[in-house]
């Protein structure tokens, strides 16, 4: 347990004045040890680190949330890391939408040529006090309709079953830091509780996926309410009209890149 976590925003879709933004997520967590969690979708999170005095080689520790472009592209510029993953971060997936690929732009060899990867579905403790989350399992009804527009080369759907998030114990309870939150937020939340051990969820912070004012972003608050989440963080893939319906429910600043946040 630490008693506080500081999140450098490296990459987000906002930014303040002298900060470049993209849509892409790129956080570094400094809590019993430095994490840098994704890398967005190119160099920017590097460059918005070396305007903040921030040393990317000095960090040892990647997490990447899920295998998406906006989240992994940045692993290009990662060197003489070990870097947390799921096993199939680096599925080939498309977009049903715009027929794009959406993965992640470096492939799994040139990056371990560089790197250890350490690949789970499980949990894994990076500190006593920093988990990396693992697979999600999506147990909550209102998120079990989580399907995505996504699929995989051979067309067969892609639930994004990859999509995984940090949680750091601290003496104010759990904050859950989530990537894109394509296994629903609430059952990021709830896995972070079950592993942790520890109900108390003091914050959530990250992309959410929620678009629209709707019944399911009503039930995401009444669910954070419920269990006492005070700090409520949206950004990232989360709209600007969901970010404004959190903040009239919960404490915590819009985010923006350049942001120091400390909780
Ligand atoms: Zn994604
Ligand atoms: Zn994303």
Redesign the pocket.
Known sequence: MVTSLKISVLSDKQALCGYGSEHGLSFLVEADKRVLFDTGASDLFIRNAEKMGIDIDSVDTVVLS?G?Y??GNGLQWIDGKQIVMHPDAFATRISGRSGRNISIAVSRQTLESRNKIIETKEPLWITESIVYLGEIQRVLPFEQECSTPFHFADGSPDP?AD?SALAVKTANGLIVIS??A?AGICNIVEQARRVAQSDKVYGVIGGFHLTTVDQRLEQTITYLKNIGCEIVMPSH?TSDDAIAEFHKHFKGETVKTGMVIEL
Request: charged share 20%; proline share 0%.
């Open positions: 899920h998406h906006d989240h994004v999509d990537g894109c394509h893939c």
